[in-house]
């Protein structure tokens, strides 16, 4: 390919529609910086190599409009050389030489002279090629090209068509603004002609707008009432809210958790969403009656947040404060309107969380179980109240891993926890707030004066909601949420509910993933394979899980499942993919185990002589295809290598089962490279595969001793490292 000299351009793009939803436009702004990018590729503008090009970090968009902007865009594209390989020379010249006709239509149709065509070798024999250069075009045309039907592909969790047409975006598109410096990109999206136009704040102004260049976008938009730097509106955001809340003599309070302390102050998942839901951000503040303060907090709180997208203030002393701050997509609230109006739906909302906890209360929280033989967990898997009943199954197996990591369970507690733990469903609270899940559980058992243990455990055993999610407070929420979460897996497996590709209704991978978060993080020693085959066991039969095929089924899918989970993680935790494979090809039973064997592999790796030990490790299971029928016979080793080898092996073998019982497996590791120098010396001065069976059996019992230590640890064959090859065959 031949390049030449062009200028650089600055590239802008919006495209405005109907209000997009909060919790889909960051994902949409990603998206179309990634389209761009993908589009200045395919229209030979440039790529990630090109030094010059740029895609602008900061992220453009509102709940209305979409935008990216590149720089150093060229202003034609780059010339491109192509070459097409013809039919075999034998079909395009007859035996004089004379071009025939599959010649003569194959140079037409690219677009050269038949004079012009070369003989080249190719797999399939002699052939001819055409070669020609093609001259870029103007970067106008070419992304007017390449634009459109990247951008029609785009895709969202939910999607909208309009007028007769049979597009799809997340919604309705208005216009396309697209200019390459001060020359518009002519293109047609969803029916849309671009142009050079936008629209301001909805109520600043309803005229169009006139961009003459990309670089007077932001500018014009700040001043017609539109922050469309997303950074630059959350950082206003941020700061109305924090003088609003020093005025009032308070701060922001934090989200509602159960999973381990709450920040201080601040709710970035708040401040997140409401950032999506403005153009031009105007903080207000307002009040309500002091008297709902005798409402638990976190009610109140998630009564504000949730519904009204309000943040609460902390007073000094870390109580509630009878204020809130609500952020509007208005210039100003002169009148005082917008906030009368705040304050008058919140009165109602508060009320309504005061008569659901007034109507609660009025049912002993203790008798709520009885209501769970009416609320269905899955038709085909039975009632809440038989879920925990199932649960109840799988607390015994777990106690004694648990006293081995240090966490007495109170095994009375966790039953009644067990009990209980659900019966918040058929509260008018949790109707009204489901996010309050777990939660109401455990304000209304200690309402009812259960321990705290007890309400403790129902209100954290939900978490960890999510990947950066604090486990539940006590030891009792641990082991509810690990039963209440295999009870879920069982039974969904064993109905035929696996998650495949993106689908996931159950979010059982979230599910799974939380059950390896609480093995690991609490250091528990427990076999997943018996807890699964315990929560098969206490699955009531039901449609299609009335057979041992179908346990069976269900057993190895789960095991797969969680392995797979384990995987995830590993690399989530920043370990090498490899490293990760390597110890769960080992064993994949015991998570924290896992986790354990995972981090010795990749912390040896940085160490000198890792790779010419893992290289050995592969060769020796190479040789070992076929394994060795008798016992090792140490005094029918006759070359010095080898019995160098074992002796050797004999000294290390202490500290290196010595390892393996602590479970510190990275002094195991170490123990087993102490063997690299011997094990060196033998491949180079012993023949394994030697035609005497009773010497061959012998040496191959001993690499099959040595291969037994590393497989400890972990399967060294799934290591990449510099040098690997097939084993040599010359000598074993």
């Known amino acids: 390919m031949t390049r030449r000299r062009v200028g650089r351009g600055v590239f802008l793009l919006e495209i405005m529609t109907e209000e997009i939803p909060a919790r889909m436009v960051a994902a949409a702004i990603e998206d179309l910086r990634s389209i761009v990018a993908k589009a200045l590729t395919v229209a030979r503008l440039g790529d990630e190599s090109d030094e010059e090009l740029r895609i602008e970090a900061t992220p453009l968009g509102t709940p209305r409009r979409l935008a990216v902007m590149a720089t150093g865009v060229p202003a034609r594209q780059t010339d491109e050389r192509r070459v097409v390989i013809g039919p075999p020379v034998s079909a395009a010249f007859d035996s004089a030489g004379n071009a025939t006709r599959a010649a003569i239509g194959f140079a037409k149709a690219q677009g050269v002279a038949v004079q012009k065509l070369e003989r080249v070798s190719t797999p399939r024999g002699e052939c001819i090629q055409a070669s020609r250069v093609v001259h870029g075009v103007p970067a106008t045309e070419a992304l ?121 102050e601040g709710d970035e998942e708040l401040l997140e969403e409401v950032l999506h839901l403005v153009e031009w951000p105007t903080v207000i503040s307002g009040s309500f009656d002091e008297a709902f303060l005798d409402l638990p907090s976190s009610i109140l709180v998630t009564a504000m947040r949730h519904h009204q997208k309000f943040f609460s203030l902390l007073g000094r002393d870390g109580g509630l404060l009878g204020s809130f701050l609500a952020v509007a997509n208005v210039l100003s609230d002169r009148s005082g309107a917008i906030c009368r109006g705040n304050e008058w739906v919140l009165r109602a909302r508060l009320a309504d969380a005061r008569f659901f906890w007034e109507e609660d209360r009025r049912v002993p929280f203790i008798d709520r179980r009885r209501e769970l033989e009416r609320v269905t967990f ?18 015994d197996p777990l106690l004694e891993p648990f006293k081995e990591a ?48 007890v309400a403790s455990a129902i209100e954290g055993h939900y978490g960890p909601r999510g990947a950066d999610d604090a486990l539940p407070a006590v030891p009792e929420g641990l082991l509810v949420s690990i039963v209440d979460r295999l009870d879920t897996q069982a039974g969904l497996f064993l109905i035929g509910i696996v998650p495949t590709g993106s689908r996931d209704p159950y979010g059982l991978r979230r599910s799974a993933q939380g059950v390896c978060r609480i093995l690991i993080e609490s250091r528990l020693h427990v076999s997943l394979t018996r807890l699964i085959d315990c929560a098969l066991g206490s699955q009531t039969p039901n449609a299609g899980a009335d057979s041992v095929d179908a346990a069976g089924r269900a057993r190895a899918a789960l095991i797969d499942f969680y392995r797979a989970r384990l995987q995830y993680l590993g690399e989530e935790a920043g370990l090498r993919s490899d490293s990760v494979r390597a110890a769960l090809a080992t064993n994949a039973d015991d998570p924290y185990e896992s986790r354990l064997r995972m981090n010795a592999l990749d912390t040896i790796r940085s160490e000198p002589g890792f790779e010419s030990l893992a290289l050995a490790h592969k060769r020796i299971k190479n040789i070992l295809k076929t394994p060795p029928s008798v016992a090792l016979d140490a005094a029918r080793l006759h070359e010095r290598a080898e019995r160098d080898l074992h002796a050797d092996l004999e000294a290390a073998r202490p500290t290196i089962l010595e390892g393996v019982r602590r479970r510190d497996y990275l002094t195991t590791l170490r123990g087993i490279a102490d063997l690299r120098p011997a094990l060196d010396r033998f491949f180079d001065e012993v023949m394994v595969m030697v035609e005497d069976p009773a010497i061959r059996e012998n040496r191959l019992a001993l690499l099959q001793t040595i291969a037994s230590l590393f497989t400890q640890v972990g399967d060294f064959s799934e290591i990449a490292v510099e040098g690997d090859a097939p084993a040599p065959q010359a000598r074993g």
């Not at 997340?170 to 396309?176: A, E, G, L, Q, T």
């Not at 899955?378 to 799988?394: D, N």
């Not at 058929?426 to 004066?449: D, H, K, S, W």
């Open 144 to 264: 007017a090209e390449a634009l459109p039907p990247l951008i029609e592909s785009m895709t969202f969790p939910k999607m909208m068509r309009w007028g007769n047409g049979d597009h799809r975006f997340v919604r309705p598109i208005h216009s396309i603004l697209a200019l390459l410096d001060e020359k518009i990109i002519p293109m047609t999206i969803a029916g849309i002609r671009s142009g050079r136009t936008t629209l301001g704040h909805r109520t600043v102004s309803t005229k169009k707008l006139t961009i003459a260049s990309p670089s007077t976008y932001v500018a014009i938009l700040r001043r017609q009432g539109v922050l469309v730097d997303v950074k630059e509106r959350r950082a206003e955001i941020k700061k109305q809210l924090d003088e609003a809340a020093r005025k009032i003599g308070g701060r922001i309070a934090p989200p509602p958790t159960t999973e381990g302390p709450a920040p201080p």
């Open 406 to 453: 240090g966490l007495e369970i109170d095994r009375a507690a966790a039953v009644e926890a067990i009990r209980h733990c659900k019966s918040d469903l058929t509260t008018q609270m949790v109707n009204e707030f489901p996010e309050l899940q777990g939660m109401v559980g455990g304000i209304y058992a200690r309402a009812e004066g259960l321990s705290e243990r």
């Open 378 to 395: 899955h038709e085909k898997l039975g009632s809440y109240a038989l879920k925990t009943a199932r649960m109840e199954q799988l607390v």
